[in-house]
């Protein structure tokens, strides 16, 4: 089973959930899908590590057998084509969509490869760990994305915590797409409740069973992403409040499920009520 | 029109708080907001006035005529994205994976393929003074990066004065970060004291050194690890990059948020230490441009 934990805005503590429901999971795997700005591994410190790179295709032009029809150029829907006395390739706009090598007559185009980041994979005790990573000045992180979800697979006994990435663009419908439950992770603040509503939607277009866990409230105040879920029954399943021991055991990299047993009772209850959810 | 860039690498460490408050004490002409996916600076900082809204058309998605189709599944052989699924001997396009390339038009025997223009968000520009443009992106579009490119468009566009544009970027550093960042006299990066943000901000350095971006930094919630605020301090030094300075944890800013207000609108801390920032901001852009 494969469970997500997402929020459409940024530092509302999903990777703080993510890890800590990995440690009360056991046999589990965790995912930092997060390729931009992976964190995970600061947290989870896997051992036995190895580093598998993630390619795309690009195009190699054989200038000897190019008669300069700009075929290619004009295909190119990214325009990662110039004609510069012959076609040129921006590598940083390319889309890997093969395109220009099918479309030119005179076969001058094969594919390379181009690495574009990689899959760190290790283990800490009983759990895998799986974390890809960007490289700096590249666009798009699906491809490791994609990888990563292919080597879950290599897995089918154990059950998956994916760090999904902060927005609702592509890279976090990738995500969604292939998980069979979804964590959407909020904060007690206006901004944390108009991007919480972004990845509500979002879940209901995908039609993925859902559940939020409330994060950082406050004991006083009123919080206006637990009010949003009260008025559209959407279930809370958790909730961890603000406290100044967990911010700085967190900001060390530390897992606080593992030296604090109330939290690690936290954790539990919030991941024995998304199994309860799934085997419904 | 000169940009100021507010960005983080890691979300949620203040982008917007900062972004609102500089708009306010800079009494800000021009100012946008590219975090596209999770728009946010709207709650504390629109103006009074009737904005522009329009549909934005930025990448185009396969439509396949099933009345052509003869199922010879080329398209879902040929497709790089695996945007194709095979339904019973049926191509299906599915419009989140489709990036819109137009192979599969191409390849097609039947002509039974056609790319189509589709809305991949929308754009809303307040034209009057000031001028506020942002953008929202349409739920799982690939055009995250172009449409940031057209906030910046709607910002600029017609404007020939030297006034100081405030720009809050995205988190991550993708391709909206890297749309974000094109044209910009300076970056103000916000970063946190938490393992997750020093290694985030070492990225999103990278990134702004990768594309010629000049950047300073300053550390919210500082004191939540005074450890960690040292480490900061001590690898911008030695980049040679100014920590211009901090702002301490303080919980009164959920409460100007949560009354979409900016925290120099109130009497708090955190308030302050931002005026202090954002005049030292402003010093060290100014003398950037001599």
């Known amino acids: ?110 594919n390379t490869y181009k690495t574009v980041g990689y899959v760190e994979v290790g283990s800490n005790d009983d759990r895998i760990f799986l974390g890809g990573k960007l490289n700096v000045g590249e666009e798009s992180g699906i491809p490791i994305i994609k990888k990563m979800f292919k080597m879950i697979g290599d897995y089918p006994d154990r059950d998956a915590i994916i760090d999904a990435p902060p927005g609702t663009g592509c890279p976090v419908v990738e995500t969604v797409e292939r998980s069979d439950f979804c964590v959407l992770v909020a904060e007690p603040t206006i901004f944390g409740l108009e991007n919480l509503k972004m990845v509500y939607e979002l879940v209901k277009i995908l039609k993925k069973p859902y ?67 799934v085997n419904k | 029109m000169r940009q100021l860039l507010i960005l983080s690498g890691k979300g949620g460490t203040g982008k917007t708080t900062v972004a609102s408050a500089f708009i306010k004490l800079l009494n800000a002409k021009y100012y946008a907001d590219c975090d596209v996916e999770a728009p946010n600076l709207d709650i504390t900082s629109t103006p009074n006035t009737k904005p522009k809204s329009e549909d934005y058309y930025g990448l185009k998605i396969a439509h396949i005529n099933y009345d052509n189709c003869v199922g010879c599944m080329k398209c879902f052989e040929k497709c790089n994205f695996d945007a194709i699924k095979n339904v019973n001997g049926k191509p299906v396009i599915n419009e989140f994976s489709c990036e819109g390339c137009g192979l599969c038009a191409y390849i097609c025997p039947a002509n039974a393929i056609h ?58 550093l993708g391709c909206p970060v890297i749309a974000s ?41 500082y004191d939540i690890n005074l450890e960690n605020t040292k480490k900061i301090k001590k690898y911008c030094d030695s980049l040679g990059i100014k920590v211009i300075g901090t702002i301490p944890f303080d919980e009164k800013v959920n409460s100007a948020i949560n009354n979409r207000m900016s925290v120099v609108d109130i009497d708090c ?15 060290i852009f100014n003398e950037k441009e001599k």
């Open chain 1, 1 to 110: 089973m494969l469970i997500s934990v997402l929020s459409g805005k940024g530092g509302t503590g999903k990777t703080f959930i993510s890890v800590n429901l990995s440690s009360v999971m056991k046999n589990g795997i965790y995912v930092d899908c997060d390729v931009e700005e992976p964190n995970g591994k600061l947290f989870i410190k896997p051992e036995h590590e190895h580093q598998i790179p993630v390619k795309v295709i690009i195009p190699k032009f054989d200038y000897s057998l190019c008669n300069g029809c700009m075929k290619c150029v004009d295909f190119c829907a990214f325009n990662a084509l110039a004609y510069v006395e012959k076609p040129i390739l921006f590598e940083n706009i390319c889309h890997s969509c093969g395109g220009c090598k099918e479309v030119c007559p005179q076969n001058a185009i094969t």
């Open chain 2, 115 to 172: 790319m189509e223009e589709c809305v991949n968000g929308e754009t809303l520009t307040y034209d009057a003074n000031p001028r506020f443009a942002t953008a929202k992106l349409r739920m799982g579009s690939g055009a995250s990066g172009k449409l940031v490119s057209k906030v910046k468009e709607n910002l600029r566009s017609g404007i020939i004065t030297d006034d100081i544009a405030i720009i809050d970027g995205a988190p991550g």
């Open chain 1, 211 to 277: 559940a939020v866990v409330l994060n950082k409230s406050l004991k006083v105040g009123t919080n206006p992403s637990r009010i949003f879920c009260e008025e559209n029954n959407i279930p809370i399943i958790g909730e961890i409040f603000f406290d100044k021991v967990i911010g700085e055991k967190n900001s060390n990299g530390k897992i606080v499920t593992e030296d604090m047993p109330q939290v690690q009772k936290a954790f539990q209850d919030i991941l024995s009520k998304v199994y309860e959810r």
């Open chain 2, 181 to 221: 960042m094109s044209g910009v006299d300076m970056s103000l990066i916000v970063t946190e004291p938490t393992l997750s943000g020093i290694s985030d901000l070492e990225r999103i350095i990278a990134a702004a050194a990768f594309f010629e971006v000049k950047c300073a930094v300053c550390i919210n919630k």
């Open chain 2, 269 to 283: 801390k955190a308030g302050e230490a931002i005026k202090s920032i954002f005049k030292d901001t402003i010093k």
